[in-house]
């Protein structure tokens, strides 16, 4: 199988698939040049926090857009020319750890009120605010239950601090009415990292093809999603040409791994009814 992007080499996977957790951050710390000072802090409160958990044994893992600058060290002056910068910190963790987490993250400063521990027990969500400060946390359990469902309980052990980038893509590309910082998100996503066949700091094009081929909704809205960013990534003066085609490639790389996996008998009797019917759930619903 061919992979868009960068090529893919065997003896990299080997390399990468064997180099130490902690030297990898080490890199990607170092080489944040293009990171705002206040994009900085969110950064650093993120992995402290999770380091944090890690301490207690718990699982807990940095997802939405400052996850998103922790992988995407190379090309983070990208996201500054775009106007991006970070306003909240979301984290995944297991909800059979709910309690320690909590304990742990209100020794670190959050507070939840009661408000937010009522829709807690009904959506597998809540928001924390840090004690004197406008920071808030949003933490989720287990899955990321939006327009679209991403069950996460078997892929939190695949990276640290993050989601791996596979799962951060789908998080951006699962939003129904997507906006643009989610497009720069994208954009900043697939311009640092390949379209290969495995997880390891790269877009996992077959895990993505597979989710997709279960659920003809989810796969709506990515693939109509993709075409969005791939509009923007040609408009965007502070792109290069580089960046446009570098991104332009990734995208008819990806959209050609989804379209070829073969779909489930279940996708392909919701395909017959299409947009006629809701495919996707209202974020009010969870609010």
């Known amino acids: 199988m061919i992979y868009i992007g ?3 080499k065997t003896s990299d996977a080997r390399k990468t698939a064997h180099s130490p957790s902690r030297s990898r951050e080490r890199k990607r710390r170092d080489r944040m040049t293009g990171t705002a000072p206040i994009d900085l802090e969110f950064i650093q409160e993120a992995t402290r926090l999770t380091a944090a958990a890690k301490e207690q044994k718990l699982t807990l893992r940095v997802m939405g857009a400052t996850a998103i600058k922790i992988h995407c060290p190379k090309f983070a002056v990208i996201h500054e020319h775009l106007g991006r910068s970070l306003t909240d910190l979301d984290f995944v963790g297991r909800s059979k750890e709910t309690r320690q987490l909590l304990e742990m ?4 400063g959050y507070l939840m009120d009661r ?3 009522y829709r807690m027990a009904l959506v597998g969500r809540c928001v924390l ?3 004197d400060s406008s920071l808030h946390v949003d933490l989720f359990f287990d ?5 679209h469902t991403l069950d996460l309980r078997n892929r939190l052990e695949l990276d640290f601090p ?6 951060l893509v789908v998080e951006k590309m699962q939003i129904v009415k997507i906006n643009e910082k989610d497009i720069k998100d994208t954009i900043v996503m697939l311009r640092e990292h390949s379209v290969t066949d495995h997880d390891r700091d790269s877009v996992n094009g077959p895990y993505i093809a597979e989710l997709l081929a279960e659920d003809w909704g989810f796969y709506y809205t990515f693939i109509k999603n993709l075409s969005t960013v791939e509009t923007f990534t040609q408009k965007y003066d502070q792109l290069s040409q580089e960046d446009k085609e570098n991104v332009r490639s990734k995208i008819a790389g ?27 759930r209202e974020v009010d619903e969870l609010t």
């Open 254 to 280: 990806l959209r050609q791994v989804i379209e070829d996996k073969p779909k489930s008998l279940r996708w392909k009797l919701r395909a017959r009814t299409g947009t006629n019917a809701k495919w996707y």
């Open 115 to 117: 408000d937010a521990r």
């Open 143 to 147: 899955q990321l239950r939006w327009n």
């Open 129 to 131: 605010q840090k004690h």
């Open 105 to 108: 993250l209100e020794t670190s």
């Open 162 to 167: 993050t989601l791996t980038v596979s799962d």
């Open 6 to 8: 960068h090529a893919y």
